[in-house]
T-cell receptor, first 116, second 109 residues
Framework: DTAVSQTPKYLVTQMGNDKSIKCEQN?????MYWYKQDSKKFLKIMFS???????INETVPNRFSPKSPDKAHLNLHINSLELGDSAVYFC???????????????FGPGTRLTVL | RKEVEQDPGPFNVPEGATVAFNCTYS??????FFWYRQDCRKEPKLLMS???SGNEDGRFTAQLNRASQYISLLIRDSKLSDSATYLC??????????FGKGTRLHILP
């Protein structure tokens, strides 16, 4: 009963390839995110979707295209992969923490992408 | 001023000691504040929310100072298992949450 799941967990690929990462949440949240965490461990927001609509796009190259078929899924497709795309990509959803009036982000386990 | 700023550390602290982290934020309109913990090669997980009145959860105490725009985390009687990166998180609004770069903590036996 994983709350936020991502596949694959590890992805090793050649420069120039196109790849996708899938994310699903079973928490009933309306808002989902993609984050990139680079080698310096800085967690940086890439995209945010609310109920299938894009609400945040943080100057990410257009080689990255998020797709949200429904509010429980937010997939990330990357075209023409570059060496600098190597990082850990985290999916997250946001909703009220139990017994709280504040939103909490729930993260998936991450996808470690290595571009060779 | 960066949106959310933390001392990156690392903090090397002997077991049993008390350690304190501070974090400053730039947006005075920020509404929600959190501390997350991230273990090596794992996803971030919520440690605690930070309320205006301050809050305590066992060995952990979080404080918010809106006037000076900083939040703090105090860990008492530190354990080896507290070794991790602690992320300060600030929410300007309901749809965007900003993470600090994190502070690395090493508890030494």
């Amino acid at each position: 009963d994983t709350a936020v799941s991502q596949t694959p967990k590890y992805l090793v690929t050649q420069m120039g390839n196109d790849k996708s990462i899938k994310c699903e949440q079973n928490l009933g949240h309306d808002t989902m995110y993609w984050y990139k965490q680079d080698s310096k461990k800085f967690l940086k927001i890439m995209f945010s979707y609310n109920n299938k609509e894009l609400i945040i796009n943080e100057t990410v190259p257009n080689r990255f295209s998020p797709k949200s078929p429904d509010k429980a899924h937010l997939n990330l497709h990357i075209n023409s992969l570059e060496l600098g795309d190597s990082a850990v990509y985290f999916c997250a959803s946001i909703g009220l923490a139990g017994g709280s009036s504040y939103n909490e982000q729930f993260f998936g386990p991450g996808t470690r992408l290595t571009v060779l | 001023r960066k949106e959310v700023e933390q001392d990156p550390g690392p903090f090397n602290v002997p077991e049993g000691a008390t350690v304190a982290f501070n974090c400053t934020y730039s947006n005075s309109a920020s509404q929600s504040f959190f501390w997350y913990r991230q273990d090596c090669r794992k996803e971030p997980k919520l440690l605690m929310s930070v309320y205006s009145s301050g809050n305590e959860d066992g060995r952990f105490t979080a404080q918010l100072n809106r006037a000076s725009q900083y939040i703090s985390l105090l860990i008492r009687d530190s354990k080896l298992s507290d070794s991790a990166t602690y992320l300060c998180v600030v929410g300007p609004g309901h749809d965007k949450i900003i993470f600090g770069k994190g502070t690395r903590l090493h508890i030494l036996p």
